[in-house]
């Protein structure tokens, strides 16, 4: 059964996507915030989250960009779930790293749609050939230094972390990302977590 | 599903303002909350992962407070509380622990450590503990 995690600072509110869902048949966990959301993210990872956007303290953006921070979490579908329905609105949530953005009113079948969708496309990925990564590293014939560097810029650490952790500047930890990106064939941070996800 | 894959760095721009504090954990769940609700507070917060590095950073005289797991790989975190008392260092250090032990709060208080919260962290609990400390020491 699929789980989601429901957050919304509104309890009737998370009552009414709760039921919304019910046809589906998936097992719901409600939240009561943002803070607890960000909490949360020490558990396990559910099949989908479906969180509002105004929340007071945390809003729906920031527990986007923690969740897509997460190495795991990351790979759960993010669904923002707001009143707000502006240009403005739906690019924001987005960029914060939001896979999908629903504004409210919203009728259950098209809310149900939308979470199938989101829950087949999780599918498919989970489905896709894994990549063997020691093999590309051994080939790519990358250094100890850029190995370390690599498996920071996965986890999703600054270079300002980067540098603090290897005890580095962050001036070297740009230039190995550089020569990550030409040995792997990448041109972003995003690029290298497709060729390794 | 492209979309997964994006890029979301965890540090906003801080404010001018904003009170640095230097984090000293190596669990990722907790960094990544205890970072997004502290930025929310006005705080910005610097992060390590290992306690060595830790000596180093946490002496830095912009780091305001030190919030320091215990469970550290290499040097644990009473033993770098230990030490920066030691080197001088006066600022507040809050110990979090993960397995809270009877004895945990008397041992990182006696090793320097000027509060103890036990995980998992409540991350009001642990702003307001942040907010009095640096009250009582600006």
Known sequence: MNRVLLIDDDPAALATTAAQLQPLEVETTWLAGGVEALEHLEQSPTELVICDLMMPEVDGHAVARAYKAHSRWRFVPFLLLTALDSDAAIIAGLEAGADEFVS????????????????????????????????????????????????????????????????ITERTSRFHQANLFVKLGGESRLDLLRIFA | MST???????????????????????????????????????????????????????????????????????????????????????????????????????????????????????????????????????
Request: hydrophobic share 45%; aromatic share 2%.
């Open chain 2, 4 to 138: 997964a894959y994006v890029e979301t760095p965890p540090l906003r721009a801080p404010r001018a303002s904003a009170r640095r504090l230097l984090l000293v954990e190596d669990n990722e769940a907790t960094v990544l909350a205890v970072r997004a609700y502290l930025e929310t507070r006005g705080f910005d917060v610097h992060v390590v992962g290992d306690g060595r590095t830790a000596l180093t950073a946490a002496a830095e005289t912009d780091v305001r407070l030190v919030l320091m797991d215990l469970q550290l790989p290499g040097m644990d975190g009473l033993d770098v509380t230990q030490r920066l008392r030691a080197q001088g260092v006066l600022k507040p250090i809050i110990a979090l622990t993960a397995h809270a032990m009877p004895d945990d709060e008397r041992r990182c208080l006696a090793a320097g450590a000027t509060a103890y919260l036990a995980k998992p962290v409540r991350l009001r609990q642990l702003a307001d503990t942040i907010e009095r400390l640096l009250e009582v020491q600006p």
């Open chain 1, 104 to 167: 409210k009113p919203i009728e259950g079948a098209v809310l149900r749609a939308r979470v199938r969708s989101l829950l087949r496309a999780a599918h498919l990925y989970r489905q896709s050939p894994p990549v063997d990564r020691s093999a590309l590293i051994a080939q790519a014939a990358l250094t100890t230094r850029e190995r370390e560097v690599l498996d920071l810029l996965l986890l999703g650490r600054t270079h300002e972390d980067i540098a603090t952790v290897l005890g």
